[in-house]
Nanobody
Framework: QVQLVESGGGLVQPGGSLRLSCTAS????????IAWFRQAPGKEREFVAT???????HYSDSVKGRFTIARGSVKNTVYLQMERLRPEDSAVYYC??????????????????WGQGTQVTVSS
């Protein structure tokens, strides 16, 4: 079981930027696909981005071109760089680790390890 801790959330104005971090408890982190999901009040958990073990990345259409997921130079860390933030990006952001097949990378059910979440609020 991989333990994950998110950080970097906060309040930002529309058009601003934030960088979220997901840090794992073990050195086998690189053998997992790491995904970011988000959940706004009253809505279902939504796929945001994932980086696979091969470092291939995938994004939801709503964030493509604005968000970047990457494995960090710091061991056992994955970042989500968020640019040009919009009010509709406001949510609790979760990182997750798993070993999904390609067709399932957007399905939260295939990720067995989750962090506690970090709040992102985009508001003026």
């Amino acid at each position: 079981q991989v333990q994950l801790v998110e950080s970097g959330g906060g309040l930002v104005q529309p058009g601003g930027s934030l960088r979220l971090s997901c840090t794992a408890s073990e050195s086998t982190f690189s053998t997992y696909a790491i995904a970011w999901f988000r959940q706004a009040p009253g809505k279902e958990r939504e796929f945001v981005a994932t980086i696979r073990q091969t470092r291939t990345t995938h994004y939801s259409d709503s964030v493509k071109g604005r968000f970047t997921i990457a494995r960090g130079s710091v061991k056992n860390t994955v970042y989500l760089q968020m640019e040009r933030l919009r009010p509709e990006d406001s949510a609790v952001y979760y990182c997750a680790a798993g070993r999904p097949i390609l067709s399932s990378i957007r399905d939260a059910r295939v990720y067995g390890n989750w962090g506690q979440g970090t709040q992102v609020t985009v508001s003026s």
